[in-house]
Structure formats: C-alpha cells, structure tokens
C-alpha cells in the first residue's frame, strides 16, 4: 500500500500513469492520495482511477483528508507535501530579489524561508508516519528544501527515511548523449548534497571518460545542461548541478528571476486550476496536454521507479539523500549527502566509490570544502525551522556561502519573523 501526502497536487495523474507503466512489476496496488481540500482531491483521484483503468492496470486511488488514515498500514509513504502552496512557493522566489539574491526554495534565503514554513509540518508527518505506517515502511521525502527537511525527518526514532532526487541522473544523461556516449554501462563517482552536487568520475569499462564528457562540451552544451559556463566545469574538473548556477553566476541569476514576467509558482497555479476543473469532468482517460506545461522528470526518472524498486519490483540505481551522512566522507557537520543508491525491497544501499576514494584531505578537496559549507548552512537553517526567532534565523543567513553581509543578513531576518512568527505550523 502506497500513502502519497500532497496526494493532491494537480499533477498526481503523471504519478499514477508512471506507476501503471510499471505494473509489471507492481501489478496490484493500493494508493491512498491524502491533502487539504476535497474539491482537489476527489477530482485527481477520479481521473487516476479513470487513466489506471483504461490501462488495464489493478491500482485503486482512494483519498483522505487525515494523513494518519492515509498512513495506516502503509508500506511506502511519499511525502510531496508542499506547505504554504504554490503562494509560498512565489514567496520563496521573490523575497530575496529586493535584497540583492536570487530567489529558490531550496537555496539561500529563500529555501531558509521554505524551510521556517514547512519543518513543522513535515515533521509532525514524519512522527506521524513513524507511529502509524507498517512495520518497516520507508518515507520518500520529495518536499524542499529536500536536504533540510531530510535531516530533520532523519532524527526521528523509527523513521526509515530518504531523499530523493532524479537532476544528477538527468545531468549525466544529458552530459554523455552531448559527448556521444550511450547512457548505459557507466559507473559515476558523485558528490554532493540534493541540487549542489558534481560528478568528479565517470567510468566505463574500467577508464574515467570524465575528462573526454568536459572536452566534448562547448559553451552552449555546457549552460544548457548544467546551467554554469563552461569555464567552471573546466576549472573544477567536475561536472556540477544546474543548480550551481546560483553560486557562480549569482548575479545573473538574480536578473534573471527579476525579469521573469512572473513567479513560476504563479504559473503553476495557474496550470493547477485548470488542471482540476479537466478532472472533474473528463471521461477520456488519456492525460491532459496541459499536463506538458510542467516538466517532471522526478515522477518518471525517480519517484515511480524508487515506489516499484522498494515495494517489491526490480532493483536499481537512483541518487538518494539521507542514506549515508558526510561523515563517511570526513566531512563536519556530518549532514545528509546525496549518493548513488541501489535501491531494491529491502532498501536503499551507497554504491561504493572508485578508488582512492573521495575523503576529505585527499581527493577533491574543493568539492568537499564546498559541501561543507552547504551542510553548515542547511544544519543552521533547521535549527532555524525548529526554534524560530530573528537570531537563529540570523545565525542561518550567516552561514551561508554567500557569506551575507551582516546588516542585510538582520534586516532579512526581521522580516521573515514577521512573515513567519515563532509558533506558528500545524499538519498540513
């Protein structure tokens, strides 16, 4: 049995289709879709029951209100709950552009802000989730800012939970087919934590083709598929994250966003609505087109391969957080890192890197420096989320890489302890 928390989002129906692709392996299936408002989940969980058996698949959606209902009993929980909706999600892109920073729900101040919004919740699922789920359930956390709330959910006692992430595998298959080389048959050696992460090696056949994937890329392949100029990936002799961008081109980034038309969030609203009124009334079981609107590579690339691998199907590698923390890699603080995973019924295990192993004080030391200044920063922000107040919430903003100065890092905290005061949460 499957619990999807957030089970409502207008773009459910892509999860559903992805699972019924892989009824081969998972040929009978229950899911329960839980969320907030009836006149959302009804609708989604018609056209799920609608698309599923139009494909002749045995998976039956079911929704409730309650996440312990949802929960009970359940052998996988996804959680892709997002507190606050798609307006704090805008929030989170816009707050920090007035100060100077681009705007993200997973980095810098604005995944600070997404985050002072939704651990509470998130972790009350989790406790939730702990206390009702079936003996052994694993929790999938899909909710940003995925690293900080992983950390936290990951100090739960009972919880067997892990973040999960598709962009690296998205960026290696893009990085080879630009090189020329085919996406099977190769052994990456990663490192990072989820969205700031690099791949340092990658073998096939015994010999690191790194170097000849960086050689191959020209500036334009190389801002399309990982979103930096080439130069970095020269320099760095890696190969980062689109991510990365809001570090080494944080200015332009910030332009850019403030350009934009509008928040994405508020095109995904948008989106959303007319999705939900399509799902009242359609009969024809195929998705909608509007559904193309939103690109969603972690539904079919991660999510439904991760649901089919743990609850009974065919093992594979996906890039997980929370399986392995950075002190196996000598790193201080010892937060979630992301690893390459194989992942089968009985969980998820680190694939073992290539030797000499990265450790810190040996190979890639600026990678490892760097990945430490992200835990530092995401450390601080739960502490942050968990006990809010205009010094922790400074004390946050400090540690970030950007390394903010001082009187704007305190102005920002005012004003996100007025937008989220201390006692504020409640599960979603």
């Not at 705007?103 to 989790?126: K, Q």
């Not at 079936?134 to 973040?163: E, K």
């Not at 690191?208 to 020209?218: G, K, N, Q, R, V």
């Amino acid at each position: 049995m499957l619990a999807v928390l957030g089970g409502s989002s207008a773009f459910t129906p892509l999860l559903a289709s992805a699972l019924a692709g892989l009824a081969g392996e998972i040929p009978r299936l229950q899911v329960r879709l839980q969320g907030r408002d009836p006149s959302h989940l009804d609708p989604v969980a018609r056209f799920c029951n609608l698309h599923a058996s139009a494909r002749g698949v045995d998976h039956a959606y079911q929704w409730t209100l309650s996440p312990a209902e949802a929960m009970e009993g359940a052998d996988l929980v996804v959680n892709q709950v997002r507190v606050g909706g798609w307006e704090g999600r805008m929030l989170d892109e816009t707050f920090p552009l007035p100060f100077g920073y681009p705007g993200d729900e997973t980095i810098g101040p604005g995944g600070l802000l997404s985050a002072l919004r939704s651990a509470g919740p998130v972790l009350e699922l989790g406790r939730l989730a702990a206390a009702r789920a079936g003996p052994g359930a694993f929790f999938l956390n899909m909710t940003n800012p995925l690293g900080v709330l992983t950390a936290g959910l990951g100090r739960i006692p009972g919880l067997r939970v892990f973040g999960l992430c598709e962009l690296p595998q998205v960026v290696l298959e893009k990085a080879l087919a630009a090189a020329g080389f085919p996406a099977d048959g190769v052994e990456p050696d990663y490192l990072g934590v989820n969205h700031q992460g690099w791949f340092v090696r990658v073998f096939r056949e015994g010999e690191d083709i790194l170097p000849e994937i960086l050689e191959a890329l020209d500036r334009e392949a190389s801002l399309r598929i990982c979103g930096v100029d080439l130069e970095v990936l020269l320099e760095w002799k890696a190969l980062p994250l689109p991510y990365l961008r809001l570090y080494f081109h944080r200015e332009r980034e910030r332009r850019r966003l403030e350009n934009r038309p509008r928040p994405r969030g508020e095109e995904l609203r948008e989106t959303a609505r007319a999705l939900y009124e399509a799902y009242a009334k359609r009969e024809d079981p195929a998705l909608p087109a509007l559904l193309g609107k939103r690109k969603s590579p972690w539904i079919d690339k991660a999510l439904a391969p991760a649901a089919a691998s743990l609850l009974g199907g065919r093992r594979r590698t996906l890039y997980l957080s929370g399986v392995e923390d950075g002190g196996a890699l000598g790193l201080d603080p010892p937060g979630p890192v992301e690893r390459l995973c194989r992942v089968s019924a009985r969980g998820p295990d680190a694939l073992p890197f290539h030797e000499p192993a990265p450790y810190k004080g040996g190979l890639f030391d600026p990678i490892l420096e760097f990945m430490e200044k992200i835990l530092r920063f995401e450390e601080a922000a739960l502490r942050a989320a968990l006990s809010p107040g205009e010094e922790t919430i400074l004390e946050a903003l400090l540690a970030h890489p950007w390394k903010i100065p001082l009187d704007k890092a305190r102005t920002m905290a005012q004003a996100m302890v007025r937008i989220h005061p201390p006692g504020e949460g409640g599960v979603p």
